[in-house]
């Protein structure tokens, strides 16, 4: 995209920086904006030019003025990154998607078609790709079915209370059985110590998984309650349209939330975990960045004066800092980072002019800075030499907030995808980019349709106006009478002659037609996908129709792994490691897996339904039944009403029976039972004794009697 008429950036290329990015140092008289289809253009007044000129030649200096080192650090590094990003013709690819997915022309090819008198019609194909695509991810990701989930580990650590416990067990009994004059062999004995452990291994699983249950529940709640998928809703309306999408946090905010107790309302405020859809055209990387995770960050702030001032006495804020912005604010209006395209932006956004000084322009960095650079803001460090993680908010050449980043994986909070993801780039290509060449050829024929349907719509007239009578009408209506006058050396000539232009709508329907399907291919969005077009072939049928469109959903996996591995995989693992760092209550272990799996959750989910399913019928046996006993049964038929999303207890035979004081294996009967000697002497001491089976040693416990052996007390 070239710079609009009337805006210069100084120098004679077009690509030439100015003293501060994005900002007109040359004495344009007018910015003329072009809306939709008007041909008209907005004029920037004087004054507002003039105060543009102004605040640009005074930022000229603004290093000269800068307090800090730090300050200016980040100042030029965000003018790097913003230049960077403008050079590369990342700002030009925003505008081009924007004006392909609102229906609108290039101000330049707008010109030339209303210079040439036709039709300005835009096909709008590709919002209706973007928004199908847009209406598939969120069909996989916000539905009841979540697409990630905390699995337990496999292989749970056993508690020392329950390991010390037995090794007291097995030591009670081989003592018991020498005072019976009974030895054990040493095999026998390891072979009691490996069964019991199995024994607790097993019913630490099942404890484990019932864990990370409770505890993806109250996780979930935790994004609900942080407008983490409104926010990914956003983040999948961008995913389509742009070269890239940004989803952000876990950021902390203060929550105030009002409830009604006894008729009374009362107010609780705490501190909570936020997401936000951050737009891509506010965000900036520094150059050459490959990889969000060591990458530095800019991202543009609006704050009202109200939000500046609700943050003095916060902690870490800068109160002086905050009130020199306040202050300079009505004088400067902290514009300064306006780009080019921010003008156009505005327009297409339904937004007021971007000149209007109703917000404050903020920049929120996060990156790696020297340590000379905190100690001039009281920050301590070991090394004035060694990189910081730091995040900091600055306006103009004031930093009213510096910190170090407690993010334990030291990563920017920031999570970036592409629909058509580049290796070895965060810039990716949406759906306009990648049929751009396709929408420029669906719109120049469908120009030519309109206009060949406006020309051909009715007869041409052709008059000769020597042959018309004076002052005689050359206007139609129906049954008018026509004024001419003969001419005696051509009787055969004709006053009026009607003819009909050819109509060539079927040939420009066929091109569009095919175009179309094209476009289909290349968006991998087809159009029955979206419920406004017919599939061909095996489409015709049911069954052929579902084939066609699980095929279909295949190509949209590629856009799936990019969404879980950029987003889901790294933005719930930090706010596992957050909560980790954070809670008191115990909510998880510190063992958990993170497993996300997107696109291939809900298949996977209807696999294993049906792999139970047939399981339960292979066990629908006496003989199995025995073998597994009915609390495992019971344990199956759970499991298939989780799946079904069934809010059922199935009875479990063994709950009934009672379980055993935490950490201890099941007991015998209290009769007295079989002890390690071998033989079906009743055990002096039952209540040390441990269960066997057909009074042989070393025999552990069935599965069924062990499923709470082995509990740790509660967390």
Not at 347 to 364: F, K, S
Not at 377 to 386: A, E, F, Q, R, S
Not at 565 to 592: A, H, K, N, Q, S
Request: with cysteine.
């Amino acid at each position: 995209m070239g710079l609009p008429p009337g805006v210069s950036l100084g120098g004679s290329g077009p690509r030439q920086a100015s003293a501060v990015p994005g900002v007109s140092v040359g004495s344009p008289k007018s910015i003329p904006l072009r809306g939709q289809g008007r041909g008209l253009v907005r004029v920037v007044g004087q004054d507002e030019l003039d105060a543009a000129e102004k605040r640009s030649k005074s930022l000229a200096k603004v290093d000269e003025d800068v307090i800090t080192d730090l300050a200016k650090h980040i100042r030029t590094r965000f003018e790097k990154a913003v230049r960077h990003r403008r050079v590369i013709g990342v700002d030009d690819e925003l505008i081009r998607d924007m004006r392909a997915y609102n229906g609108q022309y290039d101000p330049g090819k707008l010109a030339e078609i209303q210079a040439f008198g036709g039709s300005a019609v835009y096909s709008r194909m590709m919002a209706m790709k973007c928004r199908g695509a847009t209406a598939l991810l969120r069909n996989v990701y916000m539905n009841s079915d979540r697409p990630w989930q905390l699995e337990p580990t496999a292989d749970p650590v056993v508690p020392d209370s329950i390991d010390a416990h037995v090794k007291q067990l097995v030591a009670s009994e081989v003592i018991s059985a020498n005072r019976m004059g009974a030895m054990i062999p040493q095999e026998k004995v390891a072979e009691r110590f490996e069964n019991l452990y199995e024994a607790v291994k097993l019913a630490e699983r099942r404890k484990a998984a019932d864990e990370a249950k409770d505890a993806q529940r109250k996780i979930d709640e935790m994004l609900e309650l942080g407008g983490f998928y409104e926010a990914l809703s956003e983040f999948l309306a961008d995913l389509p349209v742009y070269k890239y999408a940004v989803i952000k946090g876990p950021t902390t905010r203060r929550h105030t939330e009002l409830k009604w107790v006894k008729g009374k309302m009362e107010s609780h405020e705490s501190a909570e975990f936020f997401w936000d859809r951050v737009s891509p055209w506010d965000i900036w990387f520094s150059p050459g960045a490959t990889n969000i995770k060591n990458t530095e960050t800019f991202e543009r702030q609006r704050l009202s004066v109200n939000d500046l001032y609700n943050l003095k006495g916060l902690p870490g804020y800068r109160d002086k800092d905050i009130d020199w912005i306040i202050e300079t604010y009505e004088q400067r209006g902290f514009k300064e980072w306006i780009q080019i395209f921010d003008y156009e932006r505005a327009l297409m956004e339904g937004r007021n002019n971007a000149l209007d000084d109703t917000y404050i322009n903020a920049v929120e960095y996060h990156g790696y800075v020297l340590g000379r650079y905190l100690q001039e803001y009281g920050i301590k460090v070991d090394d004035p030499l060694k990189p910081y993680f730091i995040t900091a908010w600055m306006v103009d050449r004031k930093i009213f907030k510096a910190m170090l980043n407690p993010a334990p994986r030291l990563r920017v909070p920031y999570y970036v995808s592409s629909f058509d993801k580049q290796p070895g780039s965060l810039f990716g290509n949406g759906i306009p980019a990648m049929a751009n060449d396709l929408t420029d050829v669906i719109n120049a024929t469908l120009r030519a349709l309109v206009n060949n349907l406006s020309i051909s719509s009715g007869p041409q007239v052709t008059i000769n106006t020597e042959l018309m009578a004076p002052n005689a009408s050359t206007d139609l209506y129906p049954w008018k009478k026509w004024l001419t006058i003969s001419d005696p050396t051509n009787p055969q000539a004709k006053a009026v002659d009607f003819f009909q232009p050819d109509s060539n709508s079927q040939q420009l329907m066929a091109v569009i037609d095919k175009f179309s399907t094209m476009l289909d291919d290349v968006s991998t969005i087809p159009r029955y996908l979206t419920g406004s077009g017919q599939a061909g072939g095996a489409g015709r049928t049911a069954s052929g129709l579902s084939m066609l469109i699980n095929n279909a959903n295949k190509t949209l996996q590629n856009v799936a792994d990019n969404i879980d591995t950029d987003v889901f995989r790294p933005l719930i693992g930090m706010l596992y490691d957050m909560i980790m760092l954070t809670d008191t209550t115990g909510m998880l272990r510190g063992d958990e897996n993170i497993v996300v799996d997107g696109v291939r959750q809900a298949a996977k989910q209807e696999q294993d339904l049906s792999r139970q399913l047939e399981f339960l019928n292979l066990i629908n046996n006496p003989n199995y039944q025995a073998m597994l006993g009915p609390g495992e049964t019971a344990r199956v038929l759970q499991s298939i009403a989780d799946n079904l999303g069934m809010e059922i207890k199935v009875k479990n035979p063994d709950d009934a029976q009672g379980a055993p004081p935490p950490g201890m294996p099941p007991q015998p009967p209290a009769g007295g039972g079989p002890n390690p000697t071998g033989n079906n002497t009743p055990n002096p001491n039952p209540a040390q004794s441990a269960p066997g089976a057909g009074g042989q040693p070393g025999i552990p416990p069935a599965p069924n009697a062990a499923a709470n052996a082995g509990q740790p007390p509660p967390r």
